[in-house]
């Protein structure tokens, strides 16, 4: 039975930078080959912007730019349903004029595209979820996706953790990407059922991984014997790469034959990683923004794929997953969710975090030179890893659930 769904997403984007744009880019494709008749996208920005992305219609809004909507007349029947929504929740003036214009933007785009189901994704970015639904009523159902917000964003959410309760029991479905993300918010007392879906990755896509592998090391001139750990993530504190810039210098004296490639979307930690390379040129190449096409190159020729997540912050991480995918070993730290992927022993190495959320650098240290030293360890996680990819982590599984889901909360007419 064709639904004639158009589906409305609003959550973070482009990709490919981002577990949740990344998600949302495989989600636009798979949704092709379903029964939706329209992919509508929208992200707030700095700017109005509206293009066509490999069959979705992309709409880049900015709250600023739009502020002048707050003075039509024809807008303001929805600020007596705001307040009464919102009054009360530990909201600043600032935020109840942000819902408001969100919550009209997102309204103009469901009208000019008929939507009939919509996407909320991370539960910070999302507090216009209960003005819409209280505008919509049961004409379009709404999903919402949480990731780890509540530590994430801990300081901003849990003042107002009755509003985002309230979001998850107003949502007509509530989807997490681990179960360790889904059990978080038990601590703001959410008795509501999260469905767990893992982010998953296209295995075929790195599939020609040993056709890769040669060519890509000698551009990077390095030899065939030479161990290359390969960090694909933001270049921020919480992705754990102030972790491995600590490290470089004890690992090179330990082993100067190892070759760091940092690779993923610019953040603040950009600048420390290009003064460790200006002192070891040759060992650390650095790449910011890369293209997406690049991943399973740089995967390819790889030998170990760090992933030093620190405190609480991973959901699970999606470069684990395309690690395990390119038949990679990970070494990881035990953040979050992501011992639900990395199996200690069997498909990569799980070094545990200090009491205190930051990495044990003498033990990753430790795993990581026993690791580049293994040979044949190196060859069982990498099959193992593959394997484990395949069976848990496919992107057509993760596509499946999330439009099954999708499909049976669509109001029908």
């Given amino acids: 039975m064709n639904l004639d769904m158009n589906i409305l997403i609003v959550g973070p984007y482009p990709p490919p930078f981002g577990g ?29 912007n509206i293009r066509m992305v490999e069959g979705a219609v992309v709409y880049e809004k900015s709250v600023r730019e739009n502020f002048w909507k707050v003075l039509d007349p024809r807008n303001w029947l929805l600020i007596p349903i705001l307040v009464n929504t919102y009054y009360g929740k530990n909201l600043l003036f600032k935020d109840y004029v942000v819902i408001l214009i969100k919550t009209i933007l997102t309204n103009e785009l469901a ?41 994430d964003v801990s300081e901003f959410l849990l003042p107002k953790k009755d509003i985002l309760l309230e979001m998850l029991n107003q949502a007509d479905a509530v989807i997490s990407s681990s179960c360790y993300c889904a059990e978080s918010f038990k601590t703001i007392g959410n008795e509501r059922d999260i ?21 890509y090391r000698k551009e990077l001139e390095v030899r065939d014997d030479t161990v290359v750990l390969l960090f694909m993530g933001r270049f921020n504190p919480e992705m754990g790469l102030q972790s491995i810039l600590e490290l470089v210098p004890s690992l090179l004296d330990s082993n100067p034959d190892f070759h760091f490639i940092l690779a993923g979307a610019a953040g603040e930690l950009t600048a420390k ?7 070891f ?20 020729a790889s030998d170990i794929v760090l992933s030093p997540s620190r405190d609480k912050h991973a959901c699970m991480g999606v470069s684990i997953k395309e690690a395990m995918a ?5 070494i990881a730290s035990d953040s979050g969710g992501i011992p639900e992927a990395v199996i200690h022993n069997e498909t990569g190495i799980i070094v545990p975090l200090q009491e205190d959320g930051e990495n044990n650098l003498e033990e990753y240290k430790k795993a990581i030179l026993n690791l580049a030293y293994d040979v044949n360890k190196r060859k069982l996680l990498s099959d193992n890893s593959k394997k484990r990819a395949s069976d848990i982590f496919s992107e057509e599984e ?4 999330t439009f099954q889901v999708f499909k049976t909360h669509a109001p029908q007419e």
């Fill in 195 to 215: 469905e767990v879906i893992y982010v998953g990755v296209s295995v075929s896509r790195f599939n020609d991984g040993h056709l890769l592998r040669q060519t």
């Fill in 326 to 330: 390119a038949a990679v070993p990970v």
């Fill in 398 to 401: 993760t596509i499946e659930k």
């Fill in 111 to 151: 009208k000019k595209h008929n939507v009939n189901t919509t996407s909320f994704y991370q539960s910070d970015t999302s507090l216009h979820l209960l003005l819409c639904k209280r505008i919509w009523g049961k004409k379009k159902s709404i999903i919402l996706s949480v990731f780890g917000e509540i530590y």
């Fill in 20 to 48: 949740i744009s990344s998600l949302i880019r495989s989600l636009v494709d798979g949704f092709k080959r379903k029964d939706v008749k329209e992919v509508v996208i929208l992200y707030f920005g700095n700017k109005d």
């Fill in 273 to 279: 990683a290009l003064e460790c390379r200006n002192k």
């Fill in 281 to 300: 040129p040759e060992k650390i190449t650095v790449m910011n923004d890369i293209p997406f096409d690049l991943q399973p190159t740089l995967y390819a």
